[in-house]
């Protein structure tokens, strides 16, 4: 079974930044909007991972994301974005190291896994970053693929995830997602509309870093 991982290259300078929590006038989750050349992709932000979400919403206000690229799309598994060393890169330039010079602390809750559509922080791999910070701007949006009863039972076998929830079970059974990232990255959102626009960007031809030959731009807003 491929694995594939979800990490930052290069240094990030490690940074606590707690961020004031996002003034919410009603119990409404926020939402933000991802405008890219391939179409919209509207996702829905979870109150139980203030940090994540706050920090999302101040970026996206600043215009941070403005006329980034998904720097790196792997069918099946995910996009991502979040790099501003992205914006006006040129071809054949290596994309991932960048960021606002900060990580967030972990926001794990076991309600929140890697369905398909789920919103995950990106970040640097455990040999240099044990504790499982988050990059405090990249992020990726989960394809994945649907999994058989016998293809979750084996990864519960081998140790690759705790004994499946019957939730669980059922969506990575019919909807799909990417099991084996479960616990070790921070779930903060997901795809309320625009699946498919995720699905087109996934299916683009990439380079030997995975970026798609076609540039995919986006800006991110918030909306209600």
Not at 58 to 70: C, D, H, M, R
Not at 90 to 98: F, S, V, Y
Not at 177 to 188: E, I, K, R, S
């Amino acid at each position: 079974m491929k694995k594939h991982s979800v990490i930052i290259s290069g240094i990030l300078i490690s940074l606590f930044f707690f961020f004031p929590l996002y003034s919410q006038e009603d119990n409404t989750p926020t939402h933000i909007k991802i405008e890219s050349s391939v179409g919209d992709i509207v996702l829905m932000l979870y109150d139980d991972t203030p940090l994540h979400r706050d920090n999302m919403i101040k970026l996206a206000e600043e215009g941070f994301y403005n006329n980034q690229i998904f720097h790196r799309v792997i069918s099946e598994f995910m996009i991502q974005g979040g790099d501003p060393h992205s914006v006006g890169a040129a071809r054949g330039q290596r994309l991932g190291t960048g960021g606002p010079g900060y990580t967030i602390p972990p926001e794990f809750n076991t309600s929140h896994f890697h369905k398909k559509g789920a919103l995950a922080a990106a970040r640097r791999g455990d040999n240099v970053n044990p504790e499982k910070h988050s990059s405090g701007s990249q992020f990726y949006i989960v394809q994945g693929k649907v999994f058989s009863s016998d293809e979750l039972k084996i990864m519960e076998q081998r140790g690759v995830h705790k004994p499946f929830t019957a939730e669980e079970t059922e969506v990575y059974t019919t909807i799909g997602g990417t099991p084996h990232l479960d616990g070790a990255y921070t779930v903060f959102g997901e795809v309320v509309k625009g699946l498919d626009a995720v699905d087109r960007i996934c299916s683009l031809p990439t380079d030997a870093y995975d970026r798609p030959f076609e540039d995919i731009v986006f800006k991110i807003s918030v909306i209600k």
